[in-house]
């Protein structure tokens, strides 16, 4: 009763979590301590001993009404039963199977780095990397849509498909970077401290119509137009990939545009 106590003490209190299978007492407690490893801190949800069969699958289930990824079953040295596997199969819940705890966490991890990338590519038109731009004297290019200008990266990540905005003009906004240019070489993005030609193109009439020397001048600054919804994007998606620095321009602009 003790032991079972201090397996069922390593279940997620959220109700979130994987579940997990395996073939003893033993080799489950093995794997639970495994899963709450600092390296690893996978939640569980739920256990059990012994083959996979459909009523585990069905207790896994669950999860995909709360959090997707986490409809797995890890079966650690057991059988999925045929039931079982045509049910999950079905539902939609992974099953991962191995008799070694690390091929099991290789098999999770690779199925979440999967989720992932997906997750981004289907965000990713929606996802505004903060940057603050400087105009370069003399480096005016075309003045109207497509306005072409060279600019200094001061703060951020300029990159392409960020709509542009000018605060010092009542935040008009001037359309997206439709193109990035770094030595005359075609280039995704720009970090701070580079001198790139960016292309920006207007996606309405109003944008369409924004002027250099009517509409902003070279003292202006030019910034990523952020919103609530773009940040969010950014923490549940791109995390690791801004910078302290990032994160502190994006609370900056976060201010600046008044977003709650």
């Known amino acids: 009763m ?8 390593r279940i997620d209190r959220s109700g979130e979590g994987v579940y997990v299978q395996a073939s003893t007492f033993g080799s489950l407690e093995a794997l639970l ?7 690893v801190r996978i939640p569980v949800s739920g256990i059990g001993i012994g083959p996979v069969h459909k009523k585990d699958v069905m207790k896994a289930s669950v999860m995909l009404e709360k959090k997707k990824e986490y409809a ?13 596997q045509e049910l999950a199969d079905e539902a939609g819940v992974k099953n991962f199977i191995a008799d070694i705890i690390y091929h099991l966490f290789d098999q999770f991890k690779a199925y979440i780095d999967n989720l992932k ?6 965000v ?13 004297p003399n480096h005016v290019y075309n003045k109207k849509d497509p306005i072409v200008v060279g600019v ?3 703060e951020g990540i300029a990159r392409v498909g960020t709509p542009i905005c000018i605060p010092q003009r009542e935040f008009i906004d001037i359309g997206q970077i439709a193109s990035i240019e770094n ?17 920006i193109v207007g996606s309405n009439c109003e944008e369409i119509q924004k002027m250099f020397g009517r509409h902003f001048e070279m003292e202006d600054d030019l910034v990523s137009k952020v919103s609530r919804r773009s940040i969010d994007i950014l923490k549940a998606n ?4 801004l910078s302290i620095e990032d994160w502190r321009l994006v609370k900056t602009l976060k201010n600046l545009f008044k977003i709650q």
């Open 117 to 122: 990338e997906e997750k981004k590519k289907e």
């Open 152 to 154: 200094d990266v001061l």
């Open 124 to 136: 990713a038109e929606e996802a505004v990397f903060p940057c603050s731009l400087k105009i370069v």
């Open 2 to 9: 003790e032991d079972m106590r201090s397996v069922m003490s």
């Open 183 to 199: 030595n005359h070489r075609p280039v995704d993005s720009a970090k701070k401290g580079q001198r790139v030609s960016i292309k």
């Open 33 to 39: 301590e495994f899963l709450k490893t600092d390296e």
């Open 238 to 241: 791109f995390r690791n990939e």
């Open 72 to 84: 797995t079953i890890l079966a650690f040295d057991v059988k999925v039963t045929q039931e079982a």
